[in-house]
Nanobody, 115 residues
């Protein structure tokens, strides 16, 4: 499975962006899928995860501002980001962990938030 992330860009603080992650194959089942991010000089961190039981898990820093969703008809994972902050600046990666086998990662899309 190949994942193609898009939607990154530059925005001022308080603005919104919507990231998309298109999968090359139909994903009928998964353990979890979601978004991570890596800011310059920092480790990759989990941002938002959607579990196979349709539970969403958000990091404390984005809770209430970000929303992760999966459109099975379009095979696309999305991340709606509202009220963006300067500290949200990072490269965002989408990932899918299938029931069997290794996880898959997209190539990353850069989000830059300016004050």
């Amino acid at each position: 499975v190949q994942l193609q992330a898009s939607g990154g860009g530059s925005v001022q603080a308080g603005g919104s962006l919507r990231l998309s992650c298109a999968a090359s194959e139909i994903i009928a089942m998964f353990n979890h899928m979601g978004w991570f991010r890596q800011a310059p000089g920092k480790q990759r961190e989990q941002v938002a995860v959607l579990t196979g039981s349709n539970r969403t898990i958000y990091s404390e820093s984005v809770k209430g501002r970000f929303a992760v969703s999966w459109d099975g008809a379009k095979n696309t994972l999305s991340l709606q980001m509202n009220n963006l902050k300067v500290e949200d600046t990072a490269v965002y990666f989408c990932t899918v962990l299938p029931p069997v086998g290794p996880d898959y990662w997209g190539q990353g899309t850069l989000v830059t938030v300016s004050s």
